[in-house]
């Protein structure tokens, strides 16, 4: 779990397991400021100022904002990209995908995004979690997700509305 006070803070997460290809999925952050907030992630390295694996993240308010914000608390998951199974059974995928073509894609625009293998057993849609991933631009952006199924979803940027371009 992560906490900050200051919404334009970096802090450095330093991992404690080493990973061939991690990839990481910030949790939605606690609900003790009333303002939207999301979370970036930059910088996921090997080395380059860690021991081992760490990336730099923060919570970032949407530039009509004070762009100031109370302490708020994130848990984050870290797994390598594969697909695997769990101790009971369940299966678990972990990916990155980069948005093709322009970056300042709105909700309406998604990209498909297929599943490793033949997809999840039983037809059924598996839970997808997605994070911004980049640095690209310093715009408040967050990821949409549309129909998940067993085999695929649809993925797209969504950023505040006076820079998407609509």
């Known amino acids: 779990t992560l906490s900050w006070g200051w919404a334009s803070n970096w802090q450095r997460v330093e991992l404690k397991h080493y990973y061939l290809n991690p990839v990481v999925i910030m949790g939605s952050p606690s609900t003790n400021g009333g303002e939207a907030v999301t979370t970036r992630i930059r910088n996921l390295r090997h080395g380059l100022g860690c021991d081992g694996w760490c990336f730099d993240t923060r919570i970032q308010e949407p530039s009509c904002l004070d762009r100031t914000h109370t302490a708020e608390q994130?848990?984050?998951?870290?797994?390598?990209?594969?697909?695997?199974?769990?101790?009971?059974?369940?299966?678990?995928?972990?990916?990155?995908?980069?948005i093709?073509?322009?970056?300042?894609?709105?909700?309406?625009?998604?990209?498909?995004?297929?599943?490793?293998?033949?997809?999840?057993?039983?037809?059924?849609?598996?839970?997808?979690?997605?994070?911004?991933?980049?640095?690209?631009?310093?715009?408040?952006?967050?990821?949409?997700?549309?129909?998940?199924?067993?085999?695929?979803?649809?993925?797209?940027?969504?950023?505040?509305?006076?820079?998407?371009?609509?």
């Not at 594969?82 to 980069?98: H, I, K, L, R, V």
């Open 74 to 98: 994130v848990n984050y998951l870290v797994m390598e990209a594969g697909s695997w199974e769990g101790d009971e059974g369940n299966m678990f995928q972990a990916g990155t995908n980069e």
């Open 100 to 166: 093709e073509g322009d970056m300042r894609l709105t909700g309406q625009h998604f990209q498909a995004v297929l599943f490793h293998g033949v997809g999840f057993p039983g037809g059924e849609a598996p839970a997808v979690l997605s994070q911004v991933m980049t640095t690209y631009g310093a715009n408040f952006v967050n990821t949409r997700v549309q129909a998940p199924s067993s085999t695929a979803f649809g993925l797209a940027l969504e950023e505040e509305g006076s820079y998407a371009g609509n």
